[in-house]
């Protein structure tokens, strides 16, 4: 069973646009969505987090969405960069240990 | 890598030999975690510890065992390596309560099983 699923696998976005990947949910009881991104050869890195008493979370250039009742939640960048193709993971924890479900992932590519 | 060192870094090892990967970190984060990547699969949790010599299992512990008798190191044995362990393994950690959640991630370990 999958627990949280993302789309799309991959996206291909000119600089400047605007790259939009999405999650979805299953158990209601997680508390804690974070994204992570991941360069080749690297480990994930933390690169925003949500919790659900709150709809939009923003740093910079990423932004969270987040929609309780539809259980979903995205990932906005903003004015897209070649420097942000990577692998973008969503994740979800429930409780204090922070055991994350990570969705498959999403493979962006900012094209110049 | 937030003081998180992962060795080997490379491994090629032989099916139905053992194998432990080592997870060292400097952060002192009572949390640990092993997860292995798979393409197609994203990360998946293995074990993690929630103290020393604390531990459960995570979505995909058959075929593998940890141990953490020290709050630094998180060992993660393949007690008899297959071929379908062949994969990138990440450990990480996190603090307890009272922090916020984040995981960090160590740079990686690449094992093949021949």
């Known amino acids: 069973q999958q627990q949280v699923k993302q789309s799309p696998q991959s996206l291909i976005v000119q600089k400047g646009g605007i790259s939009i990947i999405n999650c979805a949910y299953e158990?209601?009881?997680?508390?804690?969505f974070p994204w992570y991104q991941q360069f080749p050869g690297k480990g994930p890195a933390l690169l925003i987090a949500?919790?659900?008493?709150?709809s939009e979370k923003k740093e910079g250039r990423f932004t969270i969405s987040f929609n309780k009742s539809a259980k979903q939640f995205s990932l906005h960048i903003m004015d897209s960069q070649p420097g942000d193709s990577a692998t973008y993971f969503c994740?979800?924890?429930?409780?204090?240990?922070?055991?994350?479900?990570f969705g498959k992932g999403t493979l962006l590519t900012v094209n110049p | 890598d937030a003081g998180i060192t992962q060795s080997p870094r490379h491994k090629v090892t032989e099916t139905g030999t053992p194998v432990t990967l080592r997870c060292h970190q400097t952060e002192n984060h009572r949390y640990m975690y092993w997860y292995r990547q798979d393409p197609g699969h994203g990360l998946r949790l293995i074990h993690y510890?929630?103290?020393?010599?604390?531990?459960d299992k995570g979505e995909v512990s058959d075929g593998y065992s940890v141990s953490r008798s020290k709050t630094e190191d998180f060992l993660l044995t393949l007690e008899s390596a297959t071929s379908s362990q062949t994969s990138v393994y990440f450990c990480?950690?996190?603090?307890?309560?009272?922090?916020?959640?984040?995981?960090?991630f160590g740079p990686g370990t690449r094992l093949t099983v021949t």
């Open positions: 158990n209601t009881a997680f508390d804690y």
């Open positions: 510890s929630y103290g020393v010599k604390d531990t």
């Open positions: 994740a979800a924890s429930r409780g204090s240990n922070y055991k994350l479900t």
């Open positions: 949500i919790r659900p008493d709150v």
């Open positions: 990480a950690i996190s603090e307890s309560a009272g922090g916020r959640g984040e995981q960090y």
